[in-house]
């Protein structure tokens, strides 16, 4: 009895971590390579429900001096998402209401980074770094 009880707990361990590894907060960006001008949306699901989530947005291009970053909030809805283009930012984040591209166009230069998001070279590709945190800065 005691190694069909031992056997039960182990399946209900590995059901319970397959749940886990299943629903791991995740983060959408869409497109994923576009134009200045071309909006973008960024969408969060399987993250806890109701829960105020901080979208941290960075651009460093080493070349050109960048060192830029936003800090969005917002409140996941009851199914544990949240979208740029739907969710309305929380006070304290980089810009107030609902906009597409709001993570991006937030964005403010850090200490040592060059002021104007200005390019040398027009055709300079762009890497956006996005990362969800919880609201003690934790990565989810």
Not at 5 to 14: C, G, K, P, T, V
Not at 65 to 90: D, Q
């Amino acid at each position: 009895k005691l190694i069909l009880l031992d056997s039960l707990l182990q399946e209900i361990f590995n059901m319970r971590l397959k749940c886990y590894l299943m629903s791991a907060a995740e983060l959408i960006v869409t497109p994923k390579s576009s134009v200045m001008y071309e909006p973008i949306q960024v969408f969060g699901k399987n993250l806890p429900k109701y829960t105020e989530i901080i979208l941290k947005t960075t651009l460093v291009n080493v070349e050109n001096k960048f060192h830029f970053e936003s800090l969005n909030r917002y409140r996941t809805n009851v199914f544990g998402s949240f979208s740029s283009a739907f969710s309305p930012t929380l006070p304290g984040s980089g810009y107030t209401g609902v906009h597409t591209s709001g993570p991006l166009w937030s964005i403010r230069p850090k200490e040592g980074s060059r002021v104007r998001l200005q390019m040398e070279k027009i055709d300079t590709k762009l890497d956006y770094q996005f990362e969800l945190l919880d609201s003690k800065n934790n990565l989810l």
